[in-house]
T-cell receptor, first 112, second 113 residues
Framework: GESVGLHLPTLSVQEGDNSIINCAYSNSASDYFIWYKQESGKGPQFIIDIRSNMDKRQGQRVTVLLNKTVKHLSLQIAATQPGDSAVYFC???????????FGQGTELSVKP | DAGVIQSPRHEVTEMGQEVTLRCKPISGHDYLFWYRQTMMRGLELLIYFNNNVPIDDSGMPEDRFSAKMPNASFSTLKIQPSEPRDSAVYFCASNQGARDGYTFGSGTRLTVV
């Protein structure tokens, strides 16, 4: 029979609203984090990164927040647009060379 | 730069056949990664190279999988023999230095029937 796939968490927002996507990471030794956006049929696309010596970093319409105390990462998207609809992944480099470990992803759906 | 280039984009093969996936990293990038993406397991790191040398292959599922990087501009991931459970999207990524943003290719969608 068919295998059952992962059920991705889904966030549905209205166009123009702000979006917040959350991620819990696993390794307290991780010191580098990246958010990726993946649209259907495409590879993950780099959005923004942050190193563990920072707790906030801003890009164009995006902000990443890092809380090392509770091992939590969030991505904030301002004025969300339909083109922001995608699956968003957080990834951590757990201080083992170049190894990047991905979270399960969150599906963002933007309603016009 | 053309980015990370993978070929083929789609591959359909019969169980038992050999499959070879190809990747050209971004010029100047000294790390190359192979990932597999499935609905069941998400994005999994299979193996990565630094300066053409395999560093960590602990994610390679079994002996049927092998990867090579004969030079700085080319890598292959081979599955022999292929099985239906190998069906997935395989991504290649590269970066310059272990702590910089990783650039992904468009992936190869493999279907084993």
């Amino acid at each position: 029979g068919e295998s059952v796939g992962l059920h991705l968490p889904t966030l549905s927002v209205q166009e123009g609203d702000n979006s917040i996507i959350n991620c819990a990471y696993s390794n307290s030794a991780s010191d580098y984090f990246i958010w990726y956006k993946q649209e259907s049929g495409k590879g993950p696309q780099f959005i923004i990164d942050i190193r563990s010596n920072m707790d906030k970093r801003q890009g164009q319409r995006v902000t990443v927040l890092l809380n090392k105390t509770v091992k939590h990462l969030s991505l904030q998207i301002a004025a969300t647009q339909p083109g922001d609809s995608a699956v968003y992944f957080c990834a951590e480099n757990n201080n083992q060379g170049g190894k990047l470990i991905f979270g399960q992803g969150t599906e963002l759906s933007v309603k016009p | 730069d053309a980015g990370v280039i993978q070929s083929p984009r789609h591959e359909v093969t019969e169980m038992g056949q050999e499959v070879t996936l190809r990747c050209k990293p971004i010029s100047g990038h000294d790390y190359l990664f192979w990932y597999r993406q499935t609905m069941m397991r998400g994005l999994e790191l299979l193996i990565y190279f630094n300066n053409n040398v395999p560093i960590d292959d602990s994610g390679m599922p079994e002996d049927r999988f092998s990867a090579k990087m004969p030079n700085a501009s080319f890598s292959t991931l081979k599955i022999q023999p292929s099985e239906p459970r190998d069906s997935a999207v395989y991504f290649c990524a590269s970066n310059q230095g272990a702590r910089d943003g990783y650039t992904f290719g468009s992936g190869t969608r493999l279907t084993v029937v």
